[in-house]
């Protein structure tokens, strides 16, 4: 499949899922620019893309300074000629701990989930669009998560940011669907990745399979790239505003 040939599309977090998707937008024709704040991950994935024949470059972001995410999507305008997407993906977990709720977890640990979860989107966003925009349209996804819509009581500051994004993600499909720009969120259930395989305990994982209605296997970053890459090409065109679950039915909207 050659759905995003000639496209040129920003990853602004690698890590499990964001090298997965980096691998399928490079596999699908398009122009890959991977940032993340650790760059050498990030340059070994571009190495991986460029030996199967793929077109990508690795570029040191970090998505909560609005600087550093200009500096990556200058980058990718001037290496590649303009940019027709984004997938923003990038996370802090340091509000992971079972033990921490409203009362418990420092507020540093929310200052710094906040920072890079919600106005690191923010920022992002805004060194996105301008590029959108002189484009004439494009396609800008962001991660979310089912914390944002399930109640839970562990990861409180995580749960506001992902909800944030969502709103934000609603914000710009309705601001700048005239422009061209279509805004989605896609909603990851448990999608394991080495990371994710190497810290998590067999309990862990028990917990992540009773979640989901799907029972044969965990979510994989390939299940998230699919779905982006569709968000990304002309077959996704007359999707926007939607919260988009590839989670084997955590969450069932209506
Ligand atoms: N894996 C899951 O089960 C799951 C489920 C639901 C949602 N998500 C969401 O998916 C996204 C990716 O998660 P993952 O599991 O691949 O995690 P991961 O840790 O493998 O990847 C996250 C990447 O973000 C990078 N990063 C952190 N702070 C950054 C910053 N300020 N600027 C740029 N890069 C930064 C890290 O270096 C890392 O490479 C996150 O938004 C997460 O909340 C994941």
Redesign the pocket.
Known sequence: MERLKGRTILV???????SGLARRFAAEGANVVL????LA?AEEVVREIAAEGGSALAVQ????DEASAKAAVALATSRFGGLDGAHI?????VDQSPDMGVLELPMADFDETMS?NLR?YYVTSRAVLPALLARGGGSLVY?S?PAACKGEPVRVAYAIAKAGVEALMRHVASRYAVNGIRANCIS????M?A??EAELGDDMKEFCYGLALIKSRL?RPEDIAAMSALLMSEEGSYITGQVIGVDGGVVMRS
Do not use: C, K
Request: net charge negative.
């Open positions: 602004a977090g690698g890590g499990g899922i964001g940032g993340d704040v650790a991950g972001l970090d998505g909560s993906n990038f996370a802090s977990f890079v690191g991660t998560s990851p259930g448990s999608t990745h990371r994710l979510g």
